[in-house]
């Protein structure tokens, strides 16, 4: 996904928020009258079996319209797939899916459209790509129809906390091409991992601050002398990672927001970033950070975290709680792992944001009134549990407020790439608010854990103000960004493993950082960040 991925949903990019969906057991075939025109149907019976569509009037064609999308998907059935069908069903709209596997859908989405000749809907670019195509008349802006678009509306222009996307997402003509995808992150995806089962036995309890980390370390590490007790498997990435416990982290990464000083700054030249990475170095040289944390492959960690006497701390995403202990239960059954209270003076971890952008957009094509409505439904209600759960009475019941799929009772995990390749759910591109009852949001005890204590306690960094750019800026931050980043990640390595490193090193990085346009790349943010405060 944004990308999504189809294990640890970001997502993106990849993955954010909760809308409850509801979707009647009852569908009745919707009547088509013959072919000639696209005229606004008539309301009819069956619209109300389909559940609540937000105001969105089905079937939304009057003459039977096929519409051609491009997506991400391995399924090779997709046209006789439940979803497809059932879309068919409801609207009248018959899909002609383009599907291309998440390896080679980038290369492909460059050729077509290089080539000019669009689906009526797909996605994937970046936002300043998608701006200039509908600058060029390519793209179909959706602020010209929010009339016929009800739950569009109703979610990101009528609800105050969500209508930043009108101006965050649009062109310089306040133009918006991106439909949004709302609601699709959990909570809580990354964080620290430890051996629960390891602490207890050295009686070691969790750390609830920086202080108790490091103390933890040492008490692992005196316990297991060969031990190197916190091991990483994200390379550079670490200092990111950690970034939000020390209030520099941001989705702009290296720019942050400063909410108390409400200015953007470069967090690798922040005194808080020093006081990271003289932490990271402290670890390091009394043995309690893996010397491999920069270089360690996934195959080398994996093996660390899962033995008694190498490693014992991590920062991962939550899956690995109990993917670990199913690995090793044979050899380690008392194997532990749980997430932990976040490092770092702040004690927060990263907010995924409520809104995703995948990109999704309609081109300014014949069909693209009809297509804006067929997202319109799938935005709503009734449209999100189809894509995301399926049909009540037909492909799954609820148990527990929870849906059960007879036809999957073999599977030994129903999770939401079972349910693409069965149903055609899931459908990268295709899924615009998950209902949060969908197995997507099904945690297994340490995972919900991990929401509990985060959640309850209010554990999250401020998100960042999403801003938009200008195309001078856009082209000024892609430039600067990748010197930035390479340098910025080759002297906090170095600093953190080089003993002779310390106050003069950190001084030379700052006026080597400012050489490389520090300062222009920040003022484009604050420039960014004015038009924003002052169109509010």
Not at 37 to 50: I, L, M, Q
Not at 81 to 100: C, F, H, N, P
Not at 237 to 242: A, T
Not at 345 to 370: A, C, D, M, Y
Request: proline share 5%.
């Amino acid at each position: 996904m944004a990308g999504m991925k189809k294990a640890p949903l970001v997502l993106a990019m990849s993955l954010a928020a909760s809308i409850v969906a509801g979707c009647g057991g009852k569908t009745e075939e919707v009547k088509q009258p013959a072919a000639g025109g696209t005229a606004e149907p008539k309301p009819n019976a069956a619209a109300a079996d389909y559940g609540d569509t937000g105001g969105i009037k089905l079937p939304i064609v009057s003459t039977p319209t096929t519409l051609t999308w491009m997506l991400v998907s391995d399924n090779p059935n997709l046209g006789d797939s439940m979803v497809v069908k059932e879309i068919e069903k409801r609207t009248g709209i018959k899909l002609d899916i383009q599907a291309y596997s998440a390896q080679t859908f980038k290369d492909k989405l460059k050729v077509v459209v290089a080539s000019g000749k669009l689906p009526d809907i797909f996605h994937g670019q970046t936002q300043a790509e998608i701006n200039k195509m509908g600058g060029q008349g390519a793209l179909t802006p959706i602020n010209s129809y929010l009339n016929q678009l009800p739950n569009f509306k109703k979610l990101y222009v009528d609800t105050a906390e969500n209508n930043w996307i009108m101006k965050s997402w649009s062109d310089e003509k306040n133009n918006m091409y991106s439909w949004p995808i709302y609601g699709l992150n959990r909570d809580v995806n990354h964080g620290f991992l430890y051996r629960k089962d390891i602490f207890d036995k050295i009686n070691i309890k969790e750390w609830t601050n920086t202080d108790e980390f490091y103390a933890a370390l040492k008490q692992l590490k005196a316990a297991y002398p060969q031990s190197y007790p916190y091991a990483s498997k994200t390379k550079e990435n670490i200092f990111r990672d950690w970034a939000y416990g020390w209030g520099i982290g941001g989705s702009g990464s290296p720019a942050y927001y400063d909410e108390k000083a409400k200015t953007w700054k470069l967090a690798f030249t922040s005194p808080e970033y020093k006081n990271m990475i003289d932490f990271m170095k402290k670890l390091y040289d009394e043995g309690l950070m893996d010397p491999e944390f920069i270089t360690d492959t996934d195959a080398s960690w994996t093996a660390k975290m899962t033995t008694n006497n190498k490693s014992f701390v991590t920062f991962d995403w939550i899956g690995r709680l109990d993917a670990f202990a199913n690995q090793v239960k044979s050899q380690i059954p008392e194997y532990n792992l749980r997430y932990g209270n976040p490092v770092g003076p702040t004690g927060n971890i990263r907010s995924l944001p409520k809104i995703s952008n995948f990109g999704i957009v309609v081109p300014n094509g014949k069909n693209k009134e009809i297509a804006l409505k067929l997202l319109d439904y799938l935005t709503s209600p009734s449209g999100s549990s189809l894509v995301t759960m399926g049909i009540e009475g037909q492909t799954f019941n609820l148990a527990n407020g929870k849906p059960v799929y007879p036809e999957l009772k073999d599977v030994a995990n129903v999770d939401i790439k079972a349910l693409e390749s069965k149903y055609g759910m899931w459908l990268e591109g295709m899924y615009l608010r998950p209902d949060k009852r969908s197995v997507y949001y099904n945690f297994t005890e340490k995972e919900q854990e991990a929401q509990d204590k985060i959640v309850k306690a209010k554990k999250f960094e401020a998100a960042d103000p999403e801003l938009k750019f200008t195309d001078e800026e856009t082209k000024t931050l892609a430039e600067l960004r990748v010197a930035l980043d390479k340098a910025a990640n080759e002297f906090s390595t170095k600093y953190v493993m080089k003993k002779e490193f310390g106050e003069a090193q950190w001084n030379e990085w700052l006026q080597t950082a400012e050489k490389l346009g520090a300062k222009k790349f920040i003022d484009a943010y604050n420039a960014a960040q004015k038009r924003y405060d002052e169109t509010k």
